[in-house]
């Protein structure tokens, strides 16, 4: 998983899930996670971002062996 691709795709959700923060009347527990990234994930570290980064690669290859 390529850092730059990653960056964007975290820029670009951010952007395309906007709109649930706005909802006030959504109680769904994804949408509610959403929100809460939305607003927590600009405040992180660069170190918390790298981190996030370094975690979710974790997952991606146990996921690709796991297939194997």
């Given at each position: 998983m390529n850092d730059t691709f990653l960056a964007h795709l975290m820029n670009t959700n951010l952007q395309i899930n906007s709109e649930f923060v706005e909802r006030?009347?959504?109680?769904?527990?994804?949408?509610?996670?959403?929100?809460l990234f939305h607003f927590w994930y600009p405040q992180w570290?660069?170190?918390?971002?790298?981190?996030?980064?370094?975690?979710?690669?974790?997952?991606?290859?146990?996921?690709?062996?796991?297939?194997?």
């Open positions: 006030s009347d959504s109680s769904d527990i994804f949408q509610c996670q959403i929100r570290s660069l170190e918390q971002r790298v981190q996030l980064v370094s975690n979710l690669k974790d997952i991606q290859l146990k996921s690709l062996n796991g297939i194997s």
